[in-house]
C-alpha cells in the first residue's frame, strides 16, 4: 500500500456554486475558510460503493464490482477482504455489492446490513437487503436472515439503486432504482423507485408505514416517485433526505414525507425527456429541495456534517459528487429551504466521489470511484 497523504491547502475562498432549486437562491454570505484536511486513510480499492465504521473503529467497505467485503485498518491503511459468498452476488453495470449498514448494537449482537444484486436459481437475479453477522475476529460475514427481496433489477444493471440507513428510531431504510422500467416509479405493488422502511431485525414492514396494514409490497413504501436514490441521510431534527440521480438534467434532493410522490413516471415506455416532477400527475407531486439543473452533476452517497468545528458547514449536508468531481456542501434552513451550496478546492483532485459517511470522531469518510483499482477511502476534517 502506498503511504498515507495529508494535503492541507493554504487559506482560500471556497467555491459557492448555488445551483438552481425550485427557485431558491442563496441568502448567506460567502465567508473564507481554512482549507479542509484530507488525508488518503487506504489506496488500491475499486468502485467502492459505500464505508460504514465499527464499534471497533475499523471500517468496512463495499466493493461493487469485486463483490467485495472488505475491512479497513484505519491506522495503517491495511485492507482484507472477509469471507463472504460473492459468487451469489450479481454484478453488472450499476448494480453489485452496494449498500451497508452496521447495527447500532453491533457490540452484542454483531449484526451489518447490505444490499446488492443476488443470483437467482434458474439464472435470473433480483435485489435483495440481508443481514449478516461477522465473527469475532472480523475475519467472516455470515448470513443471519434476508430480510427483504425482489427489488427489480434488469439484465444490464442499470437503475439498481441500492443505499441503506438504520433511523434514530431503529428503522431501516433503503433507497431503490426503477431499473429503468417506466411503471416502476408509480406503481405500489413494484419496490423499484421508492424509499422503503422496515424492521431491521425480522425484515417486516415498518408498522408506521403509510399501507403497512395492506397486503403486498406496498406496506414496505414509504414514499414513491424516485428514479435512481443514491443517498440517504437523517438531519438533526429527525427528518430524512434522499439524494437522486436525474437524467440529462435536474438531479435533485428530497425532503422525504411519508407517502410523499416524487413525480418520477416515465411512460409509455422509459421516457427521459420526461420531467423528474410531472406536475401533471393526478394529486400532489413534491418538488425536489434542491436540482442541479441542467446538465446534471450526478450527485451519489451523503451525510449531514456535525460538529462546531465545522464552522458554516456544521448541520450542511456532504454530497459525493461522481460526474462533476467533487464534495458538495448543501445548507437547508430548517424549514428545508435551500440557503447555499458550496464546493471546496480540496476534494477536486481525486476525481469521481461516490459516498461520504459521518465517522464517529466528527470527521467526513468520503470513497472515490474512478475504479481499476485505483480508488481510495478519504478522511476528511475541518480546519485545524
Request: contains cysteine.
Amino acid at each position: 500500500m502506498r503511504a498515507r497523504r495529508l494535503v492541507v491547502l493554504p487559506v482560500l475562498a471556497l467555491l459557492a456554486t448555488t445551483l438552481s432549486a425550485a427557485g431558491c437562491r442563496a441568502d448567506e454570505p460567502r465567508a473564507a475558510a481554512a482549507g479542509l484536511r484530507v488525508a488518503v486513510v487506504a489506496d488500491g480499492l475499486d468502485h467502492p460503493w459505500e464505508v460504514a465504521e465499527l464499534p471497533t473503529g475499523d471500517l468496512l467497505v463495499t466493493q461493487r464490482e469485486r463483490r467485495a467485503l472488505t475491512l479497513v485498518d484505519p491506522a495503517t491503511g491495511s485492507h482484507r477482504d472477509l469471507a463472504f459468498p460473492s459468487a451469489s452476488v450479481w454484478a453488472r453495470g450499476e448494480t453489485g455489492l452496494l449498500g451497508l449498514a452496521v447495527d447500532p448494537q453491533f457490540t452484542s449482537n454483531r449484526r451489518i446490513y447490505t444490499c446488492q444484486g443476488w443470483r437467482l436459481a434458474g439464472g435470473g437475479h433480483d435485489i435483495r437487503v440481508i443481514a449478516w453477522t461477522l465473527d469475532a475476529g472480523l475475519t467472516r460475514a455470515t448470513p443471519a436472515r434476508t430480510l427483504l427481496t425482489g427489488l427489480p433489477s434488469n439484465s444490464i444493471g442499470r437503475h439498481g439503486g441500492c443505499r441503506l440507513l438504520i433511523l434514530r428510531n431503529g428503522a431501516l431504510v433503503v433507497g431503490t432504482g426503477d431499473a429503468a422500467q417506466g411503471r416502476n416509479p408509480q406503481n405500489l405493488r413494484s419496490l423499484g423507485g421508492k424509499v422503503l422502511r422496515l424492521d431491521r431485525m425480522t425484515g417486516r414492514a415498518w408498522p408506521a408505514n403509510p399501507w403497512a396494514d395492506r397486503k403486498g409490497k406496498r406496506r414496505y413504501v414509504l414514499s414513491y416517485g424516485h428514479r435512481n436514490v443514491q443517498g440517504l441521510a437523517q438531519r438533526a431534527d429527525g427528518t430524512l433526505w434522499s439524494v437522486e440521480h436525474g437524467t440529462s438534467r435536474d438531479d435533485e434532493i428530497n425532503l422525504i414525507r411519508k407517502r410523499g410522490n416524487y413525480g418520477w413516471n416515465p411512460v409509455p415506455g422509459y421516457d427521459e425527456t420526461r420531467p423528474m416532477t410531472d406536475q401533471r400527475l393526478p394529486g400532489k407531486q413534491l418538488a425536489a429541495r434542491w436540482r442541479s439543473g441542467d446538465p446534471t452533476i450526478a450527485p451519489s452517497g451523503a451525510a449531514f456534517v456535525r460538529g462546531s468545528a465545522w464552522g458554516r458547514y456544521d448541520g450542511a449536508l456532504a454530497v459525493a459528487v461522481l460526474k462533476d468531481q467533487r464534495l458538495l456542501f448543501v445548507r437547508f434552513s430548517a424549514r428545508g429551504k435551500l440557503r447555499w451550496t458550496d464546493a471546496p478546492a480540496e476534494l477536486r483532485a481525486y476525481g469521481r466521489l461516490r459516498d461520504v459517511t459521518a465517522a464517529s470522531d466528527g470527521s467526513l469518510l468520503v470513497t472515490t470511484d474512478n475504479g481499476d483499482g485505483h480508488d481510495v477511502l478519504l478522511r476528511v476534517r475541518p480546519p485545524a
